[in-house]
C-alpha cells in the first residue's frame, strides 16, 4: 500500500527519505568508526603482546620444573650407586668418580639433558655463597657453568674440599661417611622475550646426601 506525502510536504525526488542524515553527519559518523577501528587494533596489539609473555613463561615454567626433577632424580640415583655396600666383598665398589657421573648420565639422558660435566678432581665441593659446612646451596655464582643447560657434576666425599676418589677403595673404610652428589646448571629459556626480563639464563641445582653403607 502506498501512502501520499502528507499534507504541505514537499515531493521526495527518486524516493528518497526525508529522515536522510545531511552529509556533513555522514562524515562524522564514518571518522568516528574509524577511530574505534584504530584504537581496537592498539588494544589488540597491547593484548597480545600480554598473551605472548604469558604463553612463553608457561612454557619456561614447565620446562625448569621439568629439568630440576631430572637434575634431582640424577644426583639421587648417583648418591645412591656411591653408597651402595656389597657384603660378598666387604666393599664399596661404586664409590669412585666414573662409576657416579655413569649414574647420573644415565638419568640426565632420559631427562632430555646432555652429559654432566665432571668437576673432579679439581673441585670436589663446590663453595658455598653462606659458608654451611654441609656443602648445601646456596652456592656462589662462580660455581654456575656459563653455558646454558650444560649441568656440571660435583661430587663431595666426606664433606672434605679436595678429597677425591678416581678408583674406588679396596675396603670400607669409608663406610659411615657422608657422599654429596650437586648438579648444578644455568637454565636457559625459549624466547628472547624471557631473557630481556630475567637476563640470560637462571641457576638450578640440585644435591643429594647419602651415607656410605658398611658394616
Not at 555522514?26 to 598473551?51: N, P
Not at 639422558?109 to 646451596?137: E, H, I, M, R, Y
Not at 637454565?187 to 630481556?196: K, P, R, V
Request: with cysteine.
Amino acid at each position: 500500500m502506498h501512502l501520499s506525502d502528507a499534507l504541505g510536504d514537499p515531493a521526495r525526488a527518486g524516493g528518497a527519505s526525508r529522515y536522510a542524515l545531511p552529509p556533513d553527519r555522514r562524515i562524522g559518523m564514518s571518522e568516528r568508526k574509524a577511530d574505534q577501528s584504530g584504537q581496537s587494533t592498539v588494544e589488540f596489539g597491547a593484548s597480545a603482546l600480554v598473551l605472548v609473555l604469558l604463553l612463553f613463561g608457561l612454557i619456561d615454567l614447565g620446562r625448569v620444573f621439568y629439568f630440576d626433577v631430572g637434575l634431582e632424580g640424577a644426583t639421587r640415583e648417583g648418591a645412591r650407586q656411591a653408597s651402595w655396600f656389597e657384603p660378598s666383598t666387604g666393599t664399596n665398589p661404586f664409590l669412585y668418580d666414573t662409576a657416579i657421573k655413569s649414574a647420573v648420565d644415565g638419568i640426565l639422558t632420559k631427562s632430555g639433558l646432555p652429559n654432566s660435566v665432571l668437576q673432579n678432581p679439581g673441585a670436589t665441593c663446590p663453595a658455598t655463597s653462606d659458608g654451611n659446612a654441609a656443602f648445601n646451596p646456596p652456592y656462589s655464582d662462580s660455581t654456575y657453568p656459563a653455558t646454558i643447560n650444560s649441568p656440571l657434576l660435583y661430587i663431595c666425599y666426606a664433606n672434605t674440599p679436595g678429597l677425591d676418589l678416581a678408583s674406588a677403595p679396596a675396603d670400607n673404610s669409608f663406610k659411615g661417611t657422608d657422599v654429596n652428589v650437586v648438579l648444578v646448571m644455568g637454565f636457559g629459556f625459549a624466547s628472547g622475550l624471557m631473557e630481556g626480563i630475567f637476563g640470560n639464563s637462571i641457576h638450578i641445582v640440585a644435591n643429594t646426601h647419602m651415607t656410605v653403607g658398611g658394616y
